[in-house]
């Protein structure tokens, strides 16, 4: 038997239970980890709250988890007892709030020595989304401006420090003004207080009427819809929370743009081995800037297992700065 946290039926986080239940057994292709960390995401409550069709109550959420390969299963020979690996889970299946979980083999990275398994579970979920839209999509190089949405959150803090390291000319973001001075740390040369100011007026006015080069949305389909403006010619927007729905229509056309929709869990849904393959990669570059300094994880919070609860909640909120990792001693 293990403790978990655990969710009998569609709710909020508040309805999260600290539970004894069955430790999980490793399939084929599968390990199972000793939980050491998991990080807490805004995916957790969000699927939380309508259920998914293939959970089975009471079901253990937490999608981003770090710790030490406990068993395997048949065909696994990659890993071994006693390895330490991170990685992004599915949703679709039992998670890392809890002291024991289990995972497919080859979405697994291994953890290098001088990372602890706090800063790694930090970055899956919100790190690698980022560094997907910036690096494997758009691109963003050298001599290119960006404009970051919401840059004092998960997705958002890792895209300013990735634009950072990519070189970008102009790393542009928006944020309340108490998160100002904690956005430019992170990266940001310009920041646009969305409260107050007309953020894409804004943009095309930091852009000398150009318009960014690149986009990352992390708000919603309205605000994907009115970044397309604020494109410069040839420009790309990646999405992670809905596509515009008229880029058909968009004036004027003969700006160019590429779009991208983003959907890192999108990998286990698809059932695409080699896109699973990717996360473990990505993870491991991730780690790479980690070491080198280059990428910090964030984490502006610990929390016990029995904590997950309301720190879930709070995050709910959304007035969360930074990453909330779960630690378990």
Known sequence: MMRAIVIDGPGKPDSMRLAEVRLPEPGRNEIRVRVRAA????????VMAGGHPNWTYPFISG???AGIVDAVGEDVSEWKTGDRVVYHGDVAKP??????AVTSAHTAAAIPEGLSFEATAAFPCAGLTAYQALFRKMRLGAGQSIFIHAGAGGVGGYALQLARVASASRIITSASPHNFDYVRSLGADDVIDYNTEDVHSRIMELTDGRGADCILNTINRATAQADLSALAFGGQLATIAGAPETVADFQPSWKSITLHKLMLGGAHTSQDRAAQEELARMSAEMME????????????????LEEVPGALMRLSQRHVRGKIVMVIT
Do not use: C, R
């Open 39 to 46: 990080s807490l995401n805004p995916v957790d409550y969000k």
């Open 95 to 100: 998670g890392g709030f809890a002291e024991f």
């Open 63 to 65: 999608v981003d988890t």
């Open 289 to 304: 800037l980690m070491l080198q300094g280059k990428v910090s994880p964030m984490i502006s919070e610990t929390v016990a």
